[in-house]
């Protein structure tokens, strides 16, 4: 049974503003407590008065590269349900950063983005959000692999991992990037399995749109996970150089990836991550630099920088959007 009249102007005209306000909140009162924020915030004022201004313009600039190319790559990924402007794209996406601040493990993604499509399609590009979340992550793992194996003997010299757990979790890591590496070019295989499992459900065609990605659409998503990937390095090389890091570009490239590798699998909502993001941070940058400070005023920049100005963009973006559109 479809809403009344009244009850979609409701949700369309008061939903938003209702959002806007509990998400805007909850954001205020969370960096509040984020530790090491005021000291990072004072030495970001004291870059805009040492020459240091271009290197946060930078940083700036490559948060709106990064989300632009999250918006391309959700863009090519829904087109097949139903065609967006990358204007539209960009809005869902940060929207859907928005909603994700206060839910584990970015599942607001989903739902932020969601809204932005006609009532009829919101279910079905779930599937098709969640292969373009999952070529980020082959990109994350295969690039993380590869680091992990190059750092082998500063891990295992630090103490950090013993050589039998290096050799398990250099198993694991390798077994894990071949398995997801399958699954992502073979989602027809994939599509026709659970077409048999939901052959008589309701929900069957939720997975049907995974069907249109061919070879091209797949290699397409990866190149911009790739893309994606360059930018969070090359953000955190420069905030290295804003904090005075003191890492080599290629140790740097290589411990980063760590890093994010780490950060893709433990649980976590983006308004705590910045803790895990400085505690992570810390053990592997720490192996190249004594700065503990830089390195945690680094990661909280980053977290600003990277999820809550783009959160704040789209809890504000919210205020406009109709939960019920036409078809």
Not at 304 to 327: C, D, E, Q, T, Y
């Amino acid at each position: 049974m479809r809403p009344n009249k009244n009850i979609k102007i409701f949700i369309n005209y008061f939903l938003g503003p209702v959002l806007f306000a509990w998400l805007a909140y909850s954001i205020w009162r969370q960096v509040q407590n984020q530790p090491h924020l005021e000291a990072s915030w004072r030495l970001v004022r004291t870059g805009f008065s040492s020459g240091q201004m271009a290197t946060l313009v930078a940083l700036v600039l490559l948060m709106v590269a990064n989300w632009s190319l999250e918006a391309v790559k959700w863009r090519q990924s829904v087109s097949v349900v139903h065609p967006v402007s990358f204007l539209q794209s960009l809005k869902a996406v940060l929207s859907g950063v928005s909603f994700s601040v206060t839910m584990p493990n970015r599942v607001g993604d989903y739902l932020g983005r969601i809204l932005y499509l006609p009532d009829g399609k919101r279910l079905k590009v779930i599937s098709l959000t969640v292969i373009g979340s999952l070529s980020q992550l082959l990109v994350t793992l295969l690039v993380g692999s590869i680091g992990f194996l190059v750092l082998k003997g500063r891990l295992i010299a630090s103490g950090m991992i013993s050589v039998l757990s290096f050799q398990f979790a250099a198993f694991g890591l390798l077994f894990g990037t071949i398995l997801l590496t399958l699954f992502y070019f073979n989602l027809g295989f994939v599509e026709a399995l659970l077409e048999r499992w939901f052959a008589r459900s309701r929900w069957l065609y939720l997975v049907e749109a995974i069907r249109s990605f061919g070879m091209q659409r797949l290699g397409s998503l990866l190149l911009l996970s790739g893309a994606r990937y360059a930018v969070f390095i090359s953000q955190y090389i420069l905030a290295f150089h804003l904090f005075r890091v003191d890492v080599s570009l290629l140790n740097a490239v290589w411990v980063l990836s760590l890093v994010f590798l780490a950060l893709a699998v433990i649980p976590s909502i983006v308004l705590l991550e910045v803790g895990i993001r400085g505690q992570v941070s810390l053990q592997l940058v720490g192996l190249f630099t004594a700065n503990s400070l830089g390195i945690l005023l680094t990661s909280v920049t980053i977290w600003a920088i990277n999820l809550m100005i783009p959160a704040l963009v789209g809890s504000v973006l919210i205020l406009s959007v109709k939960v019920f559109k036409r078809r």
